[in-house]
Nanobody, 122 residues
């Protein structure tokens, strides 16, 4: 199974910012694209953003212009910088690895880490 370790979640007021991290192994980091997902209470897990091995990124419309996905090759870590957070961003955030076909993200497998909770409220 692929090792995935999410961190960086927490509570923030609307309009605030958080940066999430996702660490994995060096081999996986080099080979696969990586994506951020979230699952809000009572809802299905949804893709938020993904980043290819060459650094090209994709975002869902709901977060465009406010979220930024990036990679640190030296640390084998992917980040999600979230700004201007809204209450609807409240969810458990997960990362995963896979392949990108056009803008679709094809998961490597269905193994998920524990995720990191993001709560946006006043």
């Amino acid at each position: 199974q692929v090792r995935l370790e999410e961190s960086g979640g927490g509570w923030v007021e609307p309009g605030g910012s958080l940066r999430l991290s996702c660490a994995t192994s060096k081999t996986i980091f080099r080979i696969y694209a990586m994506g951020w997902y979230r699952q809000a209470p009572g809802k299905q897990r949804e893709l938020v953003a993904h980043i290819a091995t060459d650094g090209n990124s994709y975002y869902i419309d709901a977060v465009k212009g406010r979220f930024t996905v990036s990679k640190d090759n030296a640390e084998n870590t992917m980040y999600l910088q979230m700004t201007s957070l809204k209450p609807e961003a409240t969810a458990v955030y997960y990362c995963n690895v896979g392949l990108i076909v056009n803008t679709a993200f094809i998961l490597h497998d269905d193994h998920w880490g524990q995720g990191t909770q993001v709560t946006v409220s006043s």
